[in-house]
């Protein structure tokens, strides 16, 4: 039997925190880089395509969290994912310093029109020469809906009853354009066959939309569309639509039943479940001495400001953590915010209580998902363990001090992974779907 392969995507943010709390505050995070500046971005690009990774992924957020307290202070005391900068504008820079990685936003269904979303990622896929990944969301948070000028948080039910028809909207204007629409002949001055650029009519409960799409097919046509919702309707959706779904699981125990429920809804939805490939949060602390990763790995943990991982905790989940005391149990509730990461929290000593203290330090970390520390032999064997138990085909590697972190990986782990048969040598073609799909 041939061995798994696996998918490699470096997880960060436009900003000064990734998704590891207070990491910034480490002697070795962004030496003479400043986030804001392209220099960053082009550095952190090569350095994850030297690691022939699949892709960037930028997540983002749209506002500063307000559930811990009732307020973002603590937020922004602690840079607890504040400042965030807009991660699309990142794209054609990263783009234009690689020539392989791919490079995936997220983009809120919740604030951007449909039409509009087309054209952004379309352009976006254009400059990149067709390595965009779309991470697609409804929001979460109730920051954000107030930052936009709505009051409330939309429930969930009903964020994803209105991202189904919006995506419907989306392929019909990606699909509108013929393969063989443009002629471009400059001996009559004929551009484009207007029969094969159709108008789109689309009259939904939610969304109508009436013109022809205004930008070109892109190499890709459609950006390879991510999802990350782990609720029973956000499963569903990513059944029907994603090619790539994102989880972040404390244990191989929890990992394997989502992987094994996922493929079945896809398989439910009359898709081949091999072609939605499952990438699970991991951390990695990693140097050629176990001693010196397990001495890195207290040094980043002590870094950790357990407010700033409230904080934190309490906006992903939308449950104000602040009204209950450190040593009391996480309870579960009806999070309304990220299901899947308050779900990592509960199911961290799989299944009996966790504090709310233990959680926030699980959080801090690294969002829930675990955290591989040791020589690259030793998080190898970790990500094999991952791959064959736990059913995922790569990782989203959450940052620690960056760029090193990536450094660690491209540098010491990525060559164990290969000999191992466990890593590509060389990139299959130049889009990101291409690498996706390789295995
Ligand atoms: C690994 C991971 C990454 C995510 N990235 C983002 C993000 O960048 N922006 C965002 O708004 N939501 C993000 N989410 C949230 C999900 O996309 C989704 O909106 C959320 O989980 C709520 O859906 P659910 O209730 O179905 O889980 C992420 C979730 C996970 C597990």
Not at 346 to 358: A, F, H, S
């Amino acid at each position: 039997m041939t061995r798994k392969k696996a998918h490699l995507l470096g997880f960060v943010q436009h900003g000064v925190m990734n998704h590891a709390s207070t990491m910034w505050a480490h002697p070795q995070d962004k030496i003479g880089y400043s986030f804001a500046r392209p220099e960053y971005w082009r550095d952190l690009g090569r350095i994850m395509e030297r690691g022939l990774f699949d892709a960037m992924f930028i997540a983002d957020e749209l506002a500063p969290y307000t559930t811990y307290q009732g307020s973002s202070d603590a937020v922004v005391r602690y840079a607890a994912q504040f400042p965030v900068h807009d991660p699309a504008a990142v794209v054609p820079i990263v783009g234009a310093f690689t020539k392989h990685l791919g490079i995936g936003i997220t983009l809120s269904t919740s604030f951007i029109r449909p039409y509009q979303m087309v054209r952004q990622l379309s352009t976006l896929d254009h400059l990149t020469g067709g390595r965009v990944g779309w991470n697609i969301v409804t929001s979460y948070s109730k920051s954000e809906f107030q930052a936009m000028g709505l009051e409330n948080l939309t429930p969930r039910d009903k964020r994803y009853e209105v991202v189904e028809e919006y995506m419907q909207l989306c392929y019909q204007l990606w699909d509108s354009w013929d393969d063989d629409a443009i002629s471009y002949d400059r001996s009559t001055g004929v551009f484009a066959d207007p029969s094969k650029v159709r108008e789109v009519d689309f009259q939904g409960r939610y969304f109508r939309s009436r013109g022809r799409s205004f930008v070109m097919p892109s190499p890709q046509r459609r950006p390879v569309l991510w999802q990350a919702g782990s609720s029973e309707q956000g499963r569903d959706f990513a059944a029907r639509h994603a090619e790539s779904v994102f989880g972040v699981f404390p244990t191989v125990t929890t990992m394997r039943a989502y992987a094994d429920d996922i493929r079945a809804r896809a398989d439910r939805a009359g898709r081949d479940p091999s072609q939605l490939k499952l990438i699970f949060g991991l951390q990695t602390v990693v140097d050629r001495s176990r001693d010196r990763a397990v001495e890195k790995y207290e040094e980043f943990r002590s870094l950790i400001r357990i407010e700033s991982a409230l904080a934190i905790m309490s906006g992903h989940t939308g449950v104000d953590f602040s009204t209950l005391d450190l040593d009391d149990d996480v309870a579960d509730v009806d999070a309304q915010g990220i299901r899947g990461l308050f779900d990592a929290i509960l199911q961290k000593n799989d299944g009996k209580p966790v504090t709310v203290r233990e959680a926030a330090e699980l959080y801090g970390m690294a969002m829930g998902a675990p955290t591989a520390v040791g020589t690259p032999a030793d998080v190898a064997d970790e990500m094999e363990h991952y791959l064959d138990e736990g059913g995922c085909d790569g990782f989203m590697l959450l940052a620690t001090n960056v760029p090193g972190c990536f450094v660690d990986i491209a540098e010491l782990v990525v060559p164990e992974l290969q000999r191992r048969g466990r890593y590509r040598q060389r990139y299959p073609g130049t889009t990101l779907r291409e690498s996706l799909q390789e295995y």
